[in-house]
């Protein structure tokens, strides 16, 4: 059960953004659930990565952005498929204790991922793709863009609960808390046929930056 673990109190008890997201940001990313979320169907049928990797993947996109909701349900999820306490923790507290090497790259890109705001680095996916190739490497960005996208509308959810908590985020506001979450339900639709039919026509599901990351 998820009484059984102790979230570390960096996301358990939050007082404040790790990370704040635009309601341009928010629409971006729920655009591109469309394609995500058929990569992560595909991935049940072809099982091309297990799904103890896809939840780690999972925890280390919301340990970068710091949603303490998301935090709470994955933590249920790992827990249900076996993993342990400690490999949980390891992911929700940025440490690489438990990441196995088959999986460095990927865990490092979903990382890298949350950290350039869904913008990440042309070098960094094609380190990916030489690790993994495309197909694995597409239901592994599915993995980090369907978490990314929870995790924008999970924070300032976070935030309005731990306001009827008595203990609102510094930095924030009631305005922004449900004026996120009311736009996401409203954008939600759009975003969604918007990201349909870029799929259909062939957009690329990723956007890259193509300057060189500083080693």
């Known amino acids: 059960m998820i009484k059984d673990i102790k979230i570390p109190d960096s996301i358990g008890s939050r007082t404040e953004y790790k990370r704040k997201f635009t309601l341009c940001e928010m629409y971006r990313a729920f655009m591109l659930i469309p394609a995500a979320a058929a990569g992560m169907i595909g991935n049940r049928r072809k099982k091309l990565i297990g799904k103890d990797f896809v939840e780690r993947l999972h925890l280390a996109v919301t340990e970068v952005n710091g949603c303490a909701a998301c935090s ?48 990440p680095k042309k070098d960094a996916y094609d380190s990916l793709v030489n690790e993994y190739g495309i197909p694995k490497v597409k239901i592994i960005i599915s993995a980090v863009q369907v978490m990314h996208a929870g995790n924008i509308y999970g924070i300032p959810y976070s935030a309005f609960m731990a306001r009827l908590r008595g203990k609102p ?47």
């Open 72 to 119: 709470y349900a994955h933590t249920y999820m790992a827990l249900k498929q076996g993993m342990s306490n400690e490999e949980i923790n390891s992911f929700l507290s940025g440490d690489a204790a438990f990441i196995n090497k088959e999986e460095a790259k990927a865990i490092l890109f979903a990382q890298h991922y949350a950290d350039t705001r869904a913008f």
């Open 169 to 215: 985020y510094k930095d924030s506001s009631l305005i922004y808390e449900l004026g996120m979450q009311i736009s996401g339900f409203i954008f939600l639709p759009f975003a969604m046929i918007h990201g349909f039919l870029r799929a259909l026509t062939g957009f690329s599901g990723i956007r890259l930056d193509n300057s060189t990351s500083k080693k």
